[in-house]
């Protein structure tokens, strides 16, 4: 009996490994012979595939036209410089309507037909007693205070192919302890293409006189606006009512633009008649030259001119200079340099009922450099007379910013100024004849924010 057991385990032993190499290759046959049909299954999609791209490259490319309104011209004959392609436009081929986007189409069922978005911009203060006590700080009346300086929304997009519109509503602290009050700052339609490489802008906007003025708050470079701006333009700086007209030439080697607007001339401080029977008209004329694939200069000059709330001539003319170098293969600048002046030609009356003339100057220079990525270390010089009373101001800031990430930025900065006097000066019996202030800054950007330019 126990030879018969002893026999039994010695022969399963043996037979063991046999029976299971013997599995072995037959899971492996099965498995080589599924291979092999799903690289059949494969040879003849890829032939397939082949034989159709093959038809599709012998067949010429249909041209489908897009859908044209009713009484509509083609799009060949859109507005635009004349060409021996192209007919001339007649007048009433101008007035016609035309086919908007399919915006809907193009974006998908649930999407916005616009870009929308919030920027923040939050400001603290910090200066000495007498400043605050005469309201001689950079922010009038709001020394020594953290205060929502701008929050805005920005409501912007296509309107149809020829047009777009930009709305911006903002918000912010102009009163120590007062509620923020929500105002219209921005709203224009802007006409993408009229004849002959032109566009046309027109209802509320930012004045794009110099460089500067046009940029808001939040996009500044520095914390606040350059001295120069808020002496002759007042803290808002030149924002106006009117039209203005834009021309690219497109035979030039260099990029120019050539622009024109006809305003009602409301700003209080350089105008202020507000009146279309004698307007404020404005100019400005701006040339970018690209120097090497890295560095590039822009050039501007302009002017503008009205006439004050008593009926009295003032004209303004500036000058404006940016330069930028960009490392190859760099996401930002290293370096910025730029400088910006403002000549005043003002007529004041005098106390004895005659007109003299005021002729005044100021500008700003300043320099940045960005070694990182998160990091910008930079600093601005100001020097400016007072448009009608006599004296000047001067000023430096050094700066230095902070990004977490480019929707996110913190800056940090110092400005000394020194007055020889100063408008409505001595208020409460405090003295801003040098000034020393911090302020800091946190700015957000959320949703949708219009890109700018050089």
Known sequence: MYTLIIATVWLALILMPALAHAQDAEALRRELEQLKRQQEQYQKAIEALSER?????????????????PGAPPLAQAPGPPSSETTPLSPMDLLRPRQPFSLYQQRGAGQLLFDLGVTGDFVGNLTQRNVEKANA??????????????????????????????????????????????????????????????????????????????IHEHDLPWVDRPDVYRIFFGEEGLTEKGIEATWVPDFLPFYLEVLGGVFNGDNEVAFGHGRLTTPLVTGRVRAFFELTDTMGIQVGTSFASGETQQRLDSTLAGFDLKYKFRPEGWLHPLLTLGAEGIYSIREVGTDFGEKTTRHRFGWYG??????????AFGVRYDSTQYPVNPGRQWAVEPYVSFFPSEFLRFRLAYKHTDRTNREGFDLNGGSGRIADELFLQATFILGAHPAHGF
């Open 366 to 375: 300043w320099g940045e450099l960005q070694p990182w990525r998160r990091w």
């Open 137 to 214: 700080g950079t922010f009038t009346g709001r020394e020594n205070r953290f205060f929502p300086r701008e929050v805005e929304l920005n409501i912007f997009g296509q309107i149809d192919p020829y047009a777009r519109a930009d709305v911006r509503i903002e918000s912010g602290e102009e009163e120590p302890g007062a509620g923020t009050g929500v105002t219209l700052a921005e709203a224009t339609i802007t006409l993408l293409a009229l004849p002959y490489g032109t566009q046309a802008k027109l209802g509320q906007m930012r004045n794009r006189f110099g460089w500067s003025n046009v």
């Open 53 to 69: 791209l093959k038809r599709l490259e012998s067949q010429p490319a249909p041209v489908a036209a897009p859908p044209v309104a």
